[in-house]
């Protein structure tokens, strides 16, 4: 059975493969000359100051949440969308009846304004 | 040995790496790296023994969604380096001990005492029941209305979660 | 189809709870129209319940049941539901925290005991204690700005989660042993010993037993409830601590006749020495109680030993007991925690027993309701409490526990000293400070109008139930 994952388990190791020769070769192959600008870390144009670690706002929390919710729905779906044709119109119903059930939670975060950022 | 149980053997030593790098690092976001190659490692001793959903969710919700929370929650929380939280030989460390070892030999037991044509049997039988096709099969036929009723689970939690996290209190 | 109307309580209670959050959301002003939904939706939901209560058989695929005691426990919970509606919404305007969540939150909490009441899959009860549990978690931190309602959602959730851990290890334990996750075929199973692992059915029933004593807050997993009693709002602590603790226990019906057949004296032992100590440790530690709250909580902790009594007994009198006293002890302390609620001030304050000093003269009507309240939890004649510790008392003799009886004896004795005791101070004490106000009870009255009359009425015609609940079993 293990068998079957062969072209997988080829796919991931060129996959990295790729990834390290082409460090490697950037590494040895080309040519450097450092200045100052280009050595400093690139914060897309701001200059920086302080820790990376700075403390994240509350409201990002909130987007987290609502994404895993909505991500654990994305895991019902993935085996519906795999049956699709086998399930009919039964499997089409309950998939849409699910949906609409999590869409009145949509509604309600949306109109309560738990995705306005101030 | 098969191809399979070498593949095994190597996913399982990486989980137990990374489950100990989890719980040895000192820094809370190489402790979640750690996490996530843990839960990839995890997926694919999952896809090894056939179960081929259960390691496609292990990576989508787990290596996806609750990593992102965990990281998120160590930003919000900024936990830095953990400060010389040293803690002694302490009885909390016996009785971890302790009741770990009491489930490993709990698990030995139930192993050892089981009949060895039980389990031959179930494995047989349940080479197509990790496959997505199955589960999908009987996610919506048998099992459609708990699948329903798991919609009210997961909004009241997002009702929760927009009580309980919304910033502004008026 | 036919599953739809066999199962319309529990459809038209899941859709309507989903409705009531998309009103909430689309309603321009909080308060009423939420309000008045929710409350329309359980009183229809309870309408469709009646003509249940004559079918009997499973629905979806087998995956629950419908009629039977299930209809009885959709009965309670969306009876209290109702009571808590009406207790809840002054109380949370007094609060000053009037969003319409809490409507939505109780539907969804009822909606979730609705399902665990008709499960006949342990998938089901699974689901439904999560969304009635996660439901709870959120209310009892409802009061954002309170520190202690916030500190009693964290310990409620973070304790909850690690229970509900044992209870997911229990149930694929049991799943493993039997092969089934359906009760009959459990039942089947381990009637013919066709079992695929033996000893992982004895883990997999302690495991779901551990899970749902801490859910019912029985000993030695009650340590959270006082707590989480105390910081909650009062009506949601009234609702956790009743119908909560009675869905947490109508799980257990259909597990206990599934997987321990008559004879298996090993798990009766077990739940006797549970229920025994659970009586005890509650009774006990409710003496010495100042806060009125905390002394109500450990005392519900007491009672979910006594309903522990009928599933020691495992015999239809000691079922009909568990129905017959989830409903009477429904009412009575849904009764008493409202009227906390009403004599409670701003920032806790006036939850102290020696604030209910005076009370008679204060406030005679509220203090003559608490004391009706107090005599039934205390089991006195001819209140519905007692008739619920006579049915389960005599089940557990019949089933030859009258060890378990004699000590249920012993604390619900210990018991009167403390629900006697505010009567006492209620009657018999002055109060210092005689400017006191209690607040108006506006629609708390109706809840408390209810609860009286279904405490007397189940104590004065004890048979009504008794018989009907009886007949579930057979």
């Not at chain 2, 402790?31 to 023994?49: K, R």
């Not at chain 3, 006797?272 to 409710?286: P, Q, R, Y």
Request: proline fraction near 4%.
């Amino acid at each position: 059975m293990i068998e079957t994952y062969i072209p997988v388990i080829i796919m991931i190791l060129v996959g990295l493969g790729f990834g390290v020769a082409n460090i490697l070769l950037a590494e040895y192959i080309g040519p450097r000359r450092p200045t100052k600008e280009k050595i400093s870390t690139y914060e897309s144009g701001m200059e920086p100051v302080k820790s990376a670690r700075e403390r994240f706002s509350v409201k990002f929390y909130m987007v987290a949440m609502l994404f895993i919710l909505f991500d654990i729905e994305v895991v019902f779906m993935y085996p519906w969308a795999v049956q699709f044709k086998a399930l009919g119109t039964v499997g089409y119903v309950a998939m849409f009846l699910f949906m609409i059930l999590l869409f009145a939670g949509y509604i309600y975060i949306i109109k309560k304004g738990a995705l306005k950022w101030d | 040995m098969s191809l399979q149980v070498i593949m095994f053997m190597i996913l399982g030593v990486g989980a137990i790496v990374t489950a100990l790098g989890t719980i040895t690092r000192r820094n809370p976001v190489a402790s979640a790296m750690n996490l996530v190659a843990h839960f990839f490692m995890l997926s694919g001793l999952y896809l090894t023994l056939q179960a081929q959903f259960v390691a496609v969710v292990q990576v989508l919700v787990y290596a996806g969604a609750i990593m992102v929370l965990v990281v998120f929650v160590i930003m919000l929380l900024n936990v830095g380096k953990e400060e010389a939280h040293h803690e002694s030989f302490t009885i909390r460390k016996v009785l971890g001990l302790v009741f770990a070892g009491a489930i490993v030999v709990q698990m030995l037991a139930i192993y050892l005492g089981s009949s060895p044509s039980a389990m031959s049997q179930l494995s047989s039988k349940s080479l197509t029941l990790g496959a997505t096709e199955s589960i999908g099969t009987v996610l919506f036929n048998q099992y459609l209305f708990p699948f329903e009723v798991i919609s009210l689970l997961l909004l009241s939690a997002l009702i929760g979660a927009v009580i309980l996290a919304k910033r502004k209190v008026d | 189809m036919n599953d739809f109307i066999l199962a319309a309580p529990l459809v038209a209670m899941s859709f309507l709870s989903v409705i009531c959050i998309v009103v909430d959301a689309l309603s321009p002003k909080p308060g009423k129209i939420p309000f008045m939904f929710a409350g329309f939706s359980l009183l229809g939901a309870l309408l469709l319940t009646i003509p249940t209560f004559w079918y009997h058989g499973t629905a979806f695929q087998n995956m629950i049941t419908v009629g039977g005691y299930s209809a009885f426990f959709d009965v309670l919970f969306l009876i209290g539901g109702l009571l808590t509606l009406f207790a809840g919404r002054p109380y949370i305007a007094r609060e000053h925290f009037d969003h319409d969540e809490f409507y939505s939150l109780i539907m969804f909490s009822v909606a979730g005991m609705m399902v665990i009441g008709h499960s006949n899959n342990l998938l089901i009860s699974f689901i439904g204690i999560e969304i009635m549990s996660v439901s709870f978690y959120v209310l009892s931190g409802y009061l954002r700005k309170s520190i202690r309602s916030i500190e009693s959602a964290l310990k409620y959730f973070l304790l909850g989660s690690f229970a509900t851990g044992f209870l997911v290890f229990g149930i694929a334990l049991l799943y493993g042993a039997t092969g089934t996750l359906e009760f009959p075929a459990m039942h089947a199973a381990v009637v013919a010993d066709k079992l695929n692992f033996p000893n992982l059915l004895t883990v997999g029933i302690a495991l779901v037993l551990i899970g749902l004593s801490f859910k019912a807050a029985a000993f030695p997993f009650h340590q959270w409830a006082p707590d989480v009693y105390e910081g909650a709002p009062t009506v949601v602590t009234a609702f956790m601590s009743t119908a909560g603790k009675a869905a947490s226990l109508s799980a257990l019906i259909p597990v206990i006749a599934a997987v321990v057949p008559q004879t298996n004296w090993k798990v009766g032992m077990v739940l006797a020495v549970i229920s025994a100590a659970t009586m005890l440790v509650g009774n006990i530690s409710a003496v010495v109680q100042s806060n009125i709250k905390r002394m109500l909580a450990y005392s519900s902790v007491a009672h979910a030993g006594y309903l522990m009594m009928g599933f020691v007994a495992n015999n239809p009198n000691g079922m009909t007991g568990v129905l017959f006293y989830s409903a009477a002890y429904l009412f009575m302390q849904i009764g008493a925690f409202v009227i906390v609620s009403l004599i409670e001030k701003e920032n806790d304050g006036n939850l102290q027993l020696a604030d209910y000093a005076g009370l008679s003269k204060r406030n005679p009507v509220l203090a003559a309701l608490m004391a009706l309240f107090m005599f039934s939890l205390a089991g006195i004649p001819p209140m519905a409490g007692f008739f619920g510790k006579y049915y389960l008392f005599i089940a557990a003799v019949e089933a030859g526990y009258t060890w378990l009886t004699i000590v249920a004896v012993i604390s619900s004795m210990i018991s009167v000293y403390f629900y006697i005791g505010l009567v006492v101070t209620m009657y018999f004490k002055d109060s210092t400070d005689t400017t006191e106000q209690d607040s108006k009870p506006g629609l708390a009255g109706v809840t408390l109008a209810i609860s009286c009359a279904f405490v007397i009425i189940l104590g004065l015609f004890p048979q009504l139930i008794e018989k009907l609940a009886h007949s579930f079993f057979m």
